[in-house]
């Protein structure tokens, strides 16, 4: 009976022994899987292990540094300053007859004091006998235009020429051994490239910053009669207007131009124009002074939805004609108001600006077709270009990096 008791009491116990060995043989799994087991456990551990549904993204050729591409660029970026006279207000108080009865004239010999007004902008050296882009209202008006360059160097320059229509300037400056910066091209630039704006942000000094080009093709902002801008995040300021838009590589692509703001400050939307554009504008006005383009004497409106209703044009591209100037190219030709132009040379009209920039492009006293649609049918018109006006009063004085 003893014996039987006490073999009962063995297996048990051995039963409770092989229960906890079974526990401690299989706790560190347990730990290790809720991560508390140290790593050199884990790292000997010879279960599967986690498989990516993907393979990670290889960038090829994606630099650590852009300072390669900075140092090319930035030597070739100057500072400007403008001043002018600006005669000073006089006081209501003194224009009034009967205090000048009693007190007598307080002009000083009809002289006005004159105050001395300043600007502060941008501009790209782009060829090596000194032509320098820049904005137009950087140096409107201006009596004096110092440039000044990275390496100490500052000289005094001179205006070649101005078109307001797309706020560019070209200046001139005589000095030696000059740093350009190279020009690239804006039309392989897509939506996601790494973009630098160069200039003299709030007149601190020559200073880049980055960015992505967050849009490209944009028109219709009223900021110029001409736009074409590339929309970039890099911070663009006041001061940087007429200074350089760089690629990765350190090629001019465009010359910034204004900003959108609530605050007067840079929030992320930055407009800069195009270097192809900027390049027409500079050939013209180095080499006569001022700008030709074509003129039609119409303008046109977008397709809204109650306009193709009344129009009976309920889809398709093109622009409507809003009115005709009387005696102008298109009135000649016999187009009028209310007709959509679809083509133009046998280019497809997508919206007004597309007639704004393609009839710029044709010279002057040359014939060009024009295809309208009107009460739904198609007529094709032959039309002389006229010599577009140019814009005979200068902008308001707002910088327009400071537009709302």
Do not use: C
Request: without cysteine.
């Amino acid at each position: 009976m003893v014996d039987t008791t006490m073999m009962a009491l063995i297996k048990k116990q051995i039963k409770i022994f092989a229960v906890f060995f079974t526990l401690v043989a299989v706790s560190p799994f347990i730990l290790a899987k809720l991560g508390f087991w140290e790593n050199s456990f884990a790292a000997a551990s010879t279960g599967p292990k986690f498989k990516a549904a993907y393979a990670p993204i290889q960038y090829q050729g994606a630099p650590l540094s852009y300072a390669e591409a900075i140092s090319r660029a930035s030597p070739g970026v100057v500072s400007i300053h403008s001043t002018k006279q600006i005669p000073q207000e006089m006081h209501p108080i003194f224009k009034d007859p009967f205090f000048r009865q009693f007190f007598g004239d307080m002009r000083g010999g009809g002289q006005m004091p004159q105050e001395l007004q300043s600007g502060i902008g941008s501009g790209v050296i782009v060829t090596a006998d000194g032509y320098i882009l820049t904005n137009n209202h950087v140096i409107a008006g201006a009596d004096e235009i110092k440039i000044s360059l990275a390496d100490g160097r500052a000289g005094i320059a001179k205006v070649v020429g101005a078109d307001l229509d797309t706020d560019l300037a070209i200046l001139k400056v005589d000095l030696d051994n000059l740093p350009v910066v190279a020009l690239g091209s804006s039309e392989n630039v897509r939506v996601g490239d790494v973009v630098f704006a160069i200039g003299n942000p709030f007149n601190v000094g020559v200073t880049v910053t980055q960015g992505i080009v967050s849009a490209t093709h944009r028109t219709e902002l009223g900021i110029n009669t001409f736009e074409n801008f590339i929309q970039t995040d890099a911070a663009i300021n006041p001061g940087n207007s007429g200074g350089a838009l760089i690629d990765a590589h350190g090629n001019l692509i465009g010359i910034n131009n204004a900003i959108y703001t609530r605050t007067g400050g840079y929030q992320g939307i930055g407009f800069a124009i195009p270097v192809e554009m900027a390049q027409d504008i500079m050939g013209q006005l180095i080499d006569k002074g001022h700008v030709t383009r074509g003129w039609l004497g119409i303008t046109v409106h977008k397709l809204t939805d109650d306009l193709r209703k009344s129009l009976n044009y309920p889809k398709g591209d093109g622009a409507v004609i809003a009115s005709v100037i009387r005696g102008g190219p298109a009135f000649k030709a016999g187009i009028r108001s209310g007709d959509i132009v679809i083509s133009l040379d046998d280019k497809n009209i997508v919206d007004p600006n597309d007639v704004l920039q393609f009839a710029s492009r044709l010279k002057p006293d040359t014939a060009h077709s024009i295809a309208v649609v009107r009460n739904g049918d198609t007529h094709d018109f032959r039309i002389e270009v006229g010599k577009r006006p140019t814009l005979e009063t200068q902008k308001p004085t707002a910088q327009p990096d400071t537009k709302k």
